[in-house]
């Protein structure tokens, strides 16, 4: 379409593919611009790690303590500490900007694996539709580019996606062999081994529609290639969690005996079993579901495009669906496939006229909503980081309680000053056979947070209620909604409130109401 190819030049993509360094400096752009906390992994479970192994402190949770998980990724983080420690940069402000260097390169190698991907199965035109849509999108713009393991996974997912062998209706040229997807899904599963479900079902997939001519000799050489491959990644992930955990351990079967064995997964909330249909899916794609659907349905009428991609999102998605907790981000990896087929919905509906609309439509629906996440939600528990950072060196802060629900801020990696911290444990029971009789200070300090800050700082023994005591800290973080509720015990404790920072207009947890303040204790220097 000359829409298509038109709206293509005015995006700065000339010529056949994208330059990654086009895209990398686009996404090194929008890494500036992130500067909210939306997931707690984003940090718990990749930067405060890393931060640890770089630095010698830092919190680790407790999965860590009961390896469920493994280090290929926080390692990544790891060496961009390292790096910084070496260069003598790590008290500058690249200790917290550094990281998102690292996520800009790996947005923007979706981005490129997209296009790649998109061109192998579809052609120039779709390919170049199909890189507008992840560069525009929200999900890429303000999900993938975190340091979430789901963002690494995705990076290896879509370049082993643009080498793999889709069958091809119109027997267009492929490229690539086997192996070499193959070790990019290994690299994934590595990263993060519950993405062996979305190659499980790609590999039927590709063992189902073998011609029958030397169907058995096929089979065979598929299977055993995967299995040299598949060795290798399981020898390299227990040799990579042996030097973060000095011990032998396999991370995915204590990930196994928590979430399936014990059955423990909605611990962390339960989700209803079509959630990542009418939850995930549209969160995921917003504006572009539409055209997503679309392109299925065109690629199937045509058989121009083929499907196997779809079924393969489809098969991975029941696979994801079988456990209790669900959050959109586990779909992370199926966005290529979903660019490339709204890609192929917008190809074939765009005219020179109606390719600018469907442009402006995508590009408002998605950067929008994406500078607002970036910008505005949830920047108070980033803020309220930042200003402790700077009192904790000039000697104004001491020591840190955060009297909110657990793991509501980044930690020591956006800190980096080496000083005591405390937060309210929430960690699950083991097993079930514990689950009743469980104790966790988050969920008692909601209930009763007057009682229970009396009795945390109690000095007697016989007052104290709670399991853990502790000394009061020269300076407390809370949200407003509890600041309102113990106000004046949080007086008579002696403290008053030395700072407040804007959080949200809007919070989906109770809990987390209002702005970030920050309480100091009477005596204490002002931060």
């Not at 984003?42 to 405060?48: A, V």
């Not at 790996?106 to 991907?117: C, S």
């Not at 992840?134 to 303000?142: H, Q």
């Not at 196997?308 to 496939?337: C, D, K, N, Q, T």
Request: glycine content about 6%.
């Amino acid at each position: 379409m000359i829409g298509a190819r038109g709206c293509a030049r005015r995006l700065g993509w000339p010529g056949q593919a994208p330059s990654f360094a086009l895209l990398l400096g686009l996404r090194l752009a929008n890494a500036l611009l992130v500067q909210t906390f939306i997931h707690p992994d984003e940090t718990w479970q990749s930067l405060e790690v890393g931060h640890r192994l770089a630095f010698g402190y830092g919190f680790v949770t407790w999965e860590w303590r009961h390896a469920l998980r493994g280090f290929a990724h926080p390692l990544l983080f790891a060496g961009v500490y390292r790096a910084l420690r070496v260069l003598g940069l790590d008290d500058t402000f690249l200790i917290t900007a550094a990281p998102y260097v690292l996520v800009a390169v790996i947005a923007a190698a979706v981005d490129y694996a997209t296009f790649h991907f998109a061109r192998r199965v579809a052609g120039h035109e779709v390919a170049r539709w199909a890189l507008f849509c992840s560069v525009v999108s929200w999900s890429m713009s303000s999900g993938v580019m975190r340091p979430l393991v789901n963002s690494a996974e995705t990076a290896f997912t879509a370049a082993a996606f643009a080498h793999w062998p889709w069958s091809q209706p119109q027997a267009r040229a492929r490229s690539g062999s086997l192996p070499l997807p193959l070790v990019f899904a290994a690299l994934a599963c590595i990263i993060r081994p519950t993405s062996g479900a979305l190659w499980l079902v790609a590999g039927l997939v590709l063992l189902v529609r073998q011609p029958r001519p030397r169907r058995i000799s096929r089979t065979i050489r598929i299977v055993s290639t995967a299995a040299v491959i598949g060795a290798a990644a399981l020898a390299a992930m227990l040799a990579i969690d042996y030097v973060g955990y000095q011990r032998w351990v396999f991370p995915p079967y204590q990930f196994y005996l928590f979430n399936v064995h014990e059955g423990l997964a909605t611990w962390f909330g339960e989700s209803p079993p079509l959630y990542h249909l009418y939850v995930s899916l549209p969160i995921l794609f917003t504006s572009m579901l539409p055209f997503v659907i679309h392109g299925v349905y065109t690629a199937f009428c045509t058989q121009r495009v083929t499907c196997e991609p779809a079924v393969v999102a489809l098969g991975a998605s029941v696979l994801f669906s079988l456990v209790g907790h669900m959050e959109y981000r586990f779909l992370y990896p199926l966005l290529p496939i979903g660019f490339v087929y709204a890609a192929v919905s917008i190809n074939a509906l765009a005219t020179q006229k109606t390719a600018r609309l469907i442009a402006l439509l995508l590009l408002l629906t998605n950067i929008v909503p994406a500078l607002y996440l970036n910008l505005v939600h949830q920047r108070g528990v980033v803020d309220v980081m930042k200003h402790l950072r700077q009192g904790a060196r000039a000697g104004d802060v001491s020591d840190i309680g955060f009297l909110m629900p657990c793991h509501s801020t980044p930690f020591y990696s956006h800190l980096h000053v080496n000083i005591p911290m405390w937060f309210l444990s929430c960690e699950p029971p083991l097993t079930q056979a514990a689950l009743d009789s469980h104790y966790w200070e988050a969920d008692d300090f909601e209930q009763h947070p007057a009682e229970f800050l009396g009795a945390l700082f109690s000095e007697s023994a016989e007052e104290a209620s709670v399991r853990v005591r502790r000394s009061k800290p020269s300076h407390l973080v809370l949200y407003a909604g509890m600041a309102q509720r113990i106000h004046n015990v949080l007086g008579d404790l002696g403290y008053h409130e030395s700072a407040r920072f804007f959080n949200t207009h809007f919070a989906g947890d109770s809990r987390r109401q209002g702005d970030v303040l920050v309480y100091r204790l009477s005596g204490t220097q002002s931060s």
